[in-house]
């Protein structure tokens, strides 16, 4: 099982982008997906989560600007980031939590990181 994530880019301030994580493999179920970023020396940090119940779970920061989804059937997750400001910019993880495939478990897998820059 991998994770794949993608949409990153260079936004000015205010702007707004996608990111899309997608989960490749024989997966029967996976418990949470979400997002996490880590900026220049900072430690890295909660984004957004969503259960497979579609219970979400957001950062204060991102809270009224950034909207979580899933896709269950194709194992994808989204980050919907609108209204973006600079200090959002850091490298954008996706994360799942409770993977079960091919009769196998994982507690957590991460993807590859996907650099978002917002210019202000």
């Known amino acids: 099982v991998q994770l794949q994530a993608s949409g990153g880019g260079l936004v000015q301030a205010g702007g707004s982008l996608r990111l899309s994580c997608a989960a490749s493999?024989?997966?029967?179920?996976?418990?949470?997906m979400g997002w996490y970023r880590q900026a220049p020396g900072k430690e890295r940090e909660l984004v957004a989560t969503?259960?497979?119940?579609?219970?979400?779970n957001y950062a204060d920061s991102v809270k009224g600007r950034f909207t979580i989804s899933r896709d269950s059937a194709k194992n994808t997750v989204y980050l919907q980031m609108n209204s973006l400001k600079p200090e959002d910019t850091a490298v954008y993880y996706c994360?799942?939590?409770?993977?079960?495939?091919?009769?196998?478990?994982?507690?957590?897998?991460w993807g590859q990181g996907t650099l978002v820059t917002v210019s202000s």
């Open positions: 994360n799942a939590a409770g993977i079960t495939w091919s009769g196998r478990y994982e507690s957590e897998l």
């Open positions: 493999g024989k997966i029967f179920r996976i418990n949470v």
């Open positions: 969503v259960t497979s119940g579609a219970t979400t």
